[in-house]
T-cell receptor, first 114, second 114 residues
Framework: GNSVTQMEGPVTLSEEAFLTINCTYT??????LFWYVQYPGEGLQLLLK?????DKGSNKGFEATYRKETTSFHLEKGSVQVSDSAVYFC?????????????FGGGTRVLVKP | EAQVTQNPRYLITVTGKKLTVTCSQN?????MSWYRQDPGLGLRQIYY???????DKGDVPEGYKVSRKEKRNFPLILESPSPNQTSLYFC?????????????FGNGTRLTVT
């Protein structure tokens, strides 16, 4: 079946540091790829997405590029802020997924210290 | 404000006592879904609904029921809760059933079954 693997956290950084969260996937076919962010006490919010190979999703200074050859969708941000402290989920969805299901990775907690 | 509202936010109950977690969206979305979030496992789909009176099982439906009598509401019912249903639950909705439609999540319901 389809699956998503993320690096385990927590990831602890200082403000203005560079952030990378690795995400790789296994899928039969060509999925759409997503990054969701969960701030403390809140639900998940869509951060960015990419629907085909070599697409780059970007939002709020975060970027991720859909790499079909390495089946990866790594999340990056050049200079993090304390407000970026959250849990980040990588997810995929197939075109004909039963129930429009998103398949999530286990989440990576990021803590940014001042 | 466009939102998905879940109630209650926190619930502690005992084994076997029936409970309902409500979910309501005000965006006229066709698609609604329930997920549970467990540490290291990400989110897993419990049930989904493509439209009114249309519901189907996700990956982990055992021990749960749902109904979709109206477009805006999608309650999750636990007829006889057990401790392994202790989890963080999220309701989500999207405007359509297209695989690119972004999901909007509620703020979650943390359930503890003793």
């Amino acid at each position: 079946g389809n699956s998503v693997t993320q690096m385990e956290g927590p990831v602890t950084l200082s403000e203005e540091a560079f952030l990378t969260i690795n995400c790789t996937y296994t899928a039969t076919g060509y999925p759409s790829l997503f990054w969701y962010v969960q701030y403390p006490g809140e639900g998940l919010q869509l951060l960015l997405k990419a629907t085909k190979a070599d697409d780059k999703g970007s939002n709020k200074g975060f970027e991720a590029t859909y790499r079909k050859e390495t089946t990866s969708f790594h999340l990056e941000k050049g200079s993090v802020q304390v407000s970026d402290s959250a849990v980040y989920f990588c997810a995929l969805r197939m075109i004909k997924a039963a129930g429009n299901k998103l398949t999530f990775g286990g989440g990576t907690r990021v803590l940014v210290k001042p | 404000e466009a939102q998905v509202t879940q109630n209650p936010r926190y619930l502690i109950t005992v084994t076997g006592k029936k409970l309902t977690v409500t979910c309501s969206q005000n965006m006229n979305h066709e698609y609604m879904s329930w997920y549970r979030q467990d540490p290291g496992l990400g989110l897993r789909q419990i049930y989904y609904s493509m439209n009114v009176e249309v519901t189907d099982k996700g990956d982990v439906p055992e021990g749960y029921k749902v109904s979709r009598k109206e477009k805006r509401n999608f309650p999750l019912i636990l007829e006889s809760p057990s401790p392994n249903q202790t989890s963080l639950y999220f309701c989500a909705s999207s405007i359509g059933t297209n695989y690119n439609s972004p999901l909007h999540f509620g703020n979650g319901t943390r359930l503890t079954v003793t």
